[in-house]
T-cell receptor, first 107, second 114 residues
Framework: KNEVEQSPQNLTAQEGEFITINCSYS?????LHWLQQHPGGGIVSLFM???GKKKHGRLIATINIQEKHSSLHITASHPRDSAVYIC?????????FGQGTRLTINP | DVKVTQSSRYLVKRTGEKVFLECVQD?????MFWYRQDPGLGLRLIYF???????EKGDIPEGYSVSREKKERFSLILESASTNQTSMYLC?????????????FGEGSWLTVV
């Protein structure tokens, strides 16, 4: 079993829809990252969370440490949000990655 | 603007060749990482370094070595490339204290071994 599980693996939605991507982990962590990877490979860090909730523009990330669960929400989704979203947890100063969620937003 | 630069975006090498992948960061970060990314397996840590001339094995170090002679540069070496090392390789860096803070990634290097 992976230490970090994401769901769904693939998600297709229409422009404007509210998107939720989930991440569950099985071990105690010090922090969790949400990352975005566009076609071509480069990865950008969206959020680093250790508790509560963070918001940046149309993106919202939440974490529940007790339940070992985090969610990434996108409001008013747009085709430019199409990317792979990766959850990564911090374990002993190293990152352990989920498999990623491939999000496609159709116009 | 912060930057992690990987020297080659696309490489094609023959089995048995020695391959160097270079990574340079301009943020004075202590930590640098090499990952490989494969479909269905996600990102896996090959090696990391927390200081010049220091290195630690990650989860899949077999078949790889690294070099960190200067703080800004971290090289991944495939001593004798094999077809199962065909993959996308990502370099990353962060400040000391581990990747608790923001971690920065390069654009990736797509390596094909034939």
């Amino acid at each position: 079993k992976n230490e970090v599980e994401q769901s769904p693996q693939n998600l297709t939605a229409q422009e404007g829809e509210f998107i939720t991507i989930n991440c569950s982990y099985s071990v105690g962590i010090s922090a969790l990252h949400w990352l975005q990877q566009h076609p071509g490979g480069g990865i950008v860090s969206l959020f680093m969370l250790s508790s509560g909730k963070k918001k940046h523009g149309r993106l919202i990330a939440t974490i529940n440490i007790q339940e070992k669960h985090s969610s990434l929400h996108i409001t008013a989704s747009h085709p430019r949000d199409s990317a792979v979203y990766i959850c990564a947890v911090v374990l002993s100063q190293k990152l352990v990655f989920g498999q990623g969620t491939r999000l496609t937003i159709n116009p | 603007d912060v930057k992690v630069t990987q020297s080659s975006r696309y490489l094609v090498k023959r089995t048995g060749e020695k391959v160097f992948l270079e990574c340079v960061q301009d943020m004075d970060h202590e930590n640098m990482f090499w990952y490989r990314q494969d479909p269905g397996l996600g990102l896996r840590l090959i090696y990391f370094s927390y200081d010049v001339k220091m290195k630690e094995k990650g989860d899949i170090p077999e078949g790889y070595s690294v070099s960190r002679e200067k703080k800004e540069r971290f090289s991944l070496i495939l001593e004798s490339a094999s077809t199962n090392q065909t993959s996308m390789y990502l370099c990353a860096s962060s400040f000391l204290g581990g990747p608790v803070g923001t971690i920065y990634f390069g654009e990736g290097s797509w390596l094909t071994v034939v």
